[in-house]
């Protein structure tokens, strides 16, 4: 049923993933494409309420298991009212993060649910993006970056340091079994650099 393209991006708090993905949708706006800018936990009217509950308060306040269903729900309801509708038509939708964070976050670093994880999307999602851009950098250098935003939305920045330098492991370690899907960029690189590279690899998946 699939017409448009999905890209994702990924990587650890505070490694450019929203920066980038603006960047990206602009870029193709202007090139005559049809984006929908889009991100998780959020992405509908739906979804961006779980949302609240996901990033905000105490970093004890879910267990690893209540967090993977609260954002399978969130992105179920992402899937059906927003990304499949755009695909539908044509669109190019591009995902500030998307399952493979509850494959690293709740599945392989909070807790260790990766079976029940890979269960619960093939049951309740269902679908993989075309593309996915893991930004990597430095744990040290994102959680600087990350904090620094000061947005009340930190619940995970709340995990610390030794929890960031495992997701990154994590995310390198997925990059390499989904080595055809994931593409990994550096994103120590300035801004301009860093959405260079990430052009190259969409049209190149875009003209495939
Ligand atoms: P994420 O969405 O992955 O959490 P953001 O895109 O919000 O990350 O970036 C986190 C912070 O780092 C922001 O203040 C952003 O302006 C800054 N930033 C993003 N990319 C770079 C870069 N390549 N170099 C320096 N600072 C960056
Ligand atoms: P996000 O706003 O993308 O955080 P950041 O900009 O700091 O990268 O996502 C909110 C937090 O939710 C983030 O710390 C990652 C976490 N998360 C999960 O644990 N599992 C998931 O499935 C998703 C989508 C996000």
């Known amino acids: 049923m699939q017409k448009g ?3 994702t991006f990924e990587g ?6 929203s920066t980038q993905a603006k960047v990206l949708a602009n870029t193709l706006n202007k090139n005559g494409y049809t984006t929908v800018l889009t991100r998780e936990p959020g992405g509908s009217i739906g979804a961006e ?18 967090e993977m269903l609260l954002f399978t729900a969130a992105r179920r309801d992402h899937l059906e009212k927003t990304i499949n509708p755009a695909l539908k038509e044509g669109k190019i939708v591009i995902s500030d993060r998307f399952a493979d964070s509850t494959r690293i976050y709740q599945g392989a670093t909070r807790g260790d649910l990766r079976s029940i994880v890979d269960n619960l999307h093939k049951l309740m999602i269902g679908c993989e993006p075309d593309l996915t851009i893991i930004i990597d950098i430095d744990p040290s ?4 970056r990350g904090l620094a935003r000061g ?19 994590g995310f390198l370690n997925l990059a390499a079994d989904f080595e055809e899907r994931c593409k990994i960029v550096n994103g120590t690189q300035s801004i301009g650099k ?6 190259y690899l969409v049209y190149s998946k875009l003209n495939d």
Request: proline letters at 4%; hydrophobic letters at 35%; zero cysteines.
């Open 151 to 169: 947005s009340g939305e930190d619940r995970f920045e709340g995990f610390g340091l030794n929890f960031q330098q495992k997701l990154r492991r």
């Open 194 to 199: 860093v959405s260079s590279e990430i052009l």
């Open 5 to 7: 393209s999905f890209i």
């Open 49 to 66: 309420l779980i949302r609240k509950l996901l990033v905000e308060g105490d970093p004890d306040r879910w267990s690893p298991e209540t």
């Open 12 to 17: 650890v708090d505070g490694s450019g993933k």
């Open 141 to 144: 250098e994102s959680l600087a």
